[in-house]
């Protein structure tokens, strides 16, 4: 019954996660309408935020992927290294080091590009 529990409140919280992914889904095309703008106007300002906007996000997708690689681990722990557990923890550590990947590059660029959007 605990278990169960455990699940419902872990489901629970995931449809949050969701929401959160439909705030980002609407951030990224309000992001890229700025990169648009800084484009056809060469806005510095619009390509400053823009920036900075996608740089939230991929600090959100960080940390939204770093929980289901730990909720992933968990599991395989739980489940004593199930292949299929396995091959799922893997995906996930692939899927966390490619968003950091992201992250960096985005750091780099906010950091090197004063022209318009290199994004």
């Known amino acids: 019954m605990k278990e169960q529990e455990e699940l419902i409140k872990r489901l629970s919280f995931e449809n949050f ?25 060469n806005d510095q300002e619009a390509d400053k935020t823009a920036k900075k906007i996608f740089l939230v996000i991929f600090l959100i997708t960080a940390l939204i992927y770093l929980y289901f690689l730990l909720r992933n681990y968990n599991d395989l722990k739980k489940h004593f290294m199930d292949e299929e557990y396995y091959v799922r923890f893997v995906g996930s550590v692939l899927t966390f080091s490619g968003i950091l990947c992201f992250l960096y590059f985005q750091i780099a660029i906010s950091r090197e590009a004063d022209t318009v959007s290199s994004i």
């Open 17 to 41: 996660i969701w929401a959160i992914y439909i705030v980002i889904a609407v951030f990224n095309i309000y992001g890229d309408e700025l990169i648009k703008k800084s484009i056809r106007n």
